[in-house]
């Protein structure tokens, strides 16, 4: 048994990626909290971690021995603080922390918006590297009926932003998120908000109903129908070939993915999409690649 000197308000999320980071709460929850896919936060209301807080946090962790090269910054927008926030955080964690060299945070793209390109800058030279965004999709119907609180045009001003500052970008796009309805407009859409954005890394996680799907669908400001499973595959085919990806590093190897897909678009496009047809052309195997991808 061990003693870690920070004690989380649960629930508390990050990245796979960030495994081995210092997750530091520097906000709870979520300013917006009002997707109709999302449950994450539904049991806290949204707060700012006053900065003492945070600066004991940091002191406590830099005396307890435990070494760290990467922070990521909880909750999940903590993007939504005002700039000089963030840099009086960030200068903290340089100052206390020696050994860090990534300091990453959840974002929604309005969050950049919010930020003037020299703000945005300044985070980056401090030390802030790399935000996670879920764009869930690209087709502004979609993004309406789950009440995204984005459109297609703010998404790419927002993380087009971003990049300009030099940030690096890991956008996340959600199979199934139109239901059988948007299917086709969700795929191919998502994919051409990727085209413009051009983003470092890319992911795709499947739709689920952790309360169950009706609860979902009462949410959801359409009729909604959700995919089977080999329609999900075939959603993930159109997205992908719909990409125009110059060096995106893609992953679709999620707990929630029946079918786990890799590489660098647009490098290994023509084998993911090889793939995914030989799943579609023998769906009797689909179960077996599921089992064999996830090694059971």
Excluded at 20 to 30: D, K, N, P, W
Excluded at 134 to 163: C, F, H, M, P, R
Excluded at 189 to 201: M, P, R, T
Excluded at 270 to 283: E, G, T
Aim: one cysteine or more; glycine letters at 6%.
């Amino acid at each position: 048994m061990y003693y870690f000197p920070l004690q989380y308000e649960q629930p508390l999320f990050r990245p796979p990626s960030e495994a081995r980071s210092l997750i530091l709460q520097v906000t709870y929850g979520c300013s917006w909290n009002k997707c109709a896919f999302c449950e994450m936060y539904s049991s806290k209301s949204f707060r700012v971690k006053p900065f003492e807080m945070v600066k004991q946090e940091i002191e406590q962790v830099a005396n307890s021995g435990f070494k760290f090269n990467k922070v990521f910054l909880a909750d999940g927008d903590a993007m939504v603080l005002s700039s000089d926030k963030l840099l009086q955080i960030i200068n903290e964690i340089n100052e206390k922390l020696h050994r860090i060299r990534r300091i990453s945070i959840y974002a929604r793209p309005s969050d950049f918006a919010k930020k003037s390109i020299s703000e945005l800058k300044e985070l980056k030279l401090a030390g802030l590297d790399l935000a996670y965004v879920g764009i869930e999709s690209g087709d502004d119907e979609v993004l309406k009926n789950v009440n995204k609180g984005e459109t297609y045009k703010t998404a790419v001003q927002g993380l087009l932003k971003a990049k300009e500052a030099g940030i690096k970008l890991s956008v996340m796009i959600l199979n199934g998120l139109g239901g059988k309805e948007l299917s086709r407009q969700h795929a191919v859409n998502s994919a051409k908000i990727l085209n413009e954005i051009q983003a470092e890394y890319a992911s795709s996680l499947v739709l689920s109903f952790p309360y169950g799907e009706q609860h979902f669908k009462n949410r959801y400001k359409k009729k909604f129908t959700a995919l089977n499973k080999l329609e999900l595959i075939e959603e993930m085919r159109i997205f992908l070939e719909n990409t125009e990806l110059k060096q995106t590093v893609f992953r679709s190897d999620h707990a929630s993915n029946y079918l786990v897909l890799k590489g660098i678009l647009s490098k290994d496009k023509d084998s993911l999409l090889q793939k995914i047809n030989d799943v579609l052309c023998n769906p009797q195997f689909a179960n077996l690649r599921e089992e064999r991808e996830r090694g059971l």
